[in-house]
């Protein structure tokens, strides 16, 4: 069984921050990559960034890189995802996301991933 609680989501306008958190629980832990996936109304989800689980490794969409910073603090079990300098099409609910297997080398691809929370709003107004 694995639980991820996200938190941070809110409202905040362009050119802000917010920092999202990701509480894992379960069969979790620093042997699994992580990462943060976003759904915008009428997209489809997307994965925005990623962490290895030795938290040596990161990846960024490009739409994000620059903006957006990815890490994981695994001796309390949470994935952290700072977002600066907002934008209006940053809108959208944030899934924080488990690997699907530990010390998987597709921790960089949408489809490593079998585990999701249950999600945050982040809404950015312009």
């Known amino acids: 069984q694995v639980q991820l609680v996200e938190s941070g989501g809110g409202l905040v306008q362009a050119g802000g921050s917010l920092r999202l958190s990701c509480a894992a629980s379960?069969?979790?832990?620093?042997?699994?990559?992580m990462a943060w996936f976003r759904q915008a109304p009428g997209k489809e989800r997307e994965l925005v960034c990623a962490?290895?689980?030795?938290?040596?490794?990161?990846y960024y969409a490009d739409s994000v890189k620059g903006r957006f910073t990815i890490s994981r603090d695994n001796a309390k079990n949470t994935v952290f995802l700072q977002m600066n300098s907002l934008k209006s099409e940053d809108t959208a609910v944030y899934y924080c996301?488990?690997?699907?297997?530990?010390?998987?080398?597709?921790?960089?691809?949408?489809?490593?991933?079998?585990?999701w929370g249950q999600g945050t709003q982040v809404t950015v107004s312009s």
């Open positions: 996301a488990r690997a699907r297997e530990a010390y998987s080398p597709t921790w960089t691809r949408p489809d490593g991933y079998g585990y």
């Open positions: 379960g069969r979790t832990g620093s042997a699994y990559g």
């Open positions: 962490i290895s689980w030795s938290a040596g490794s990161t």
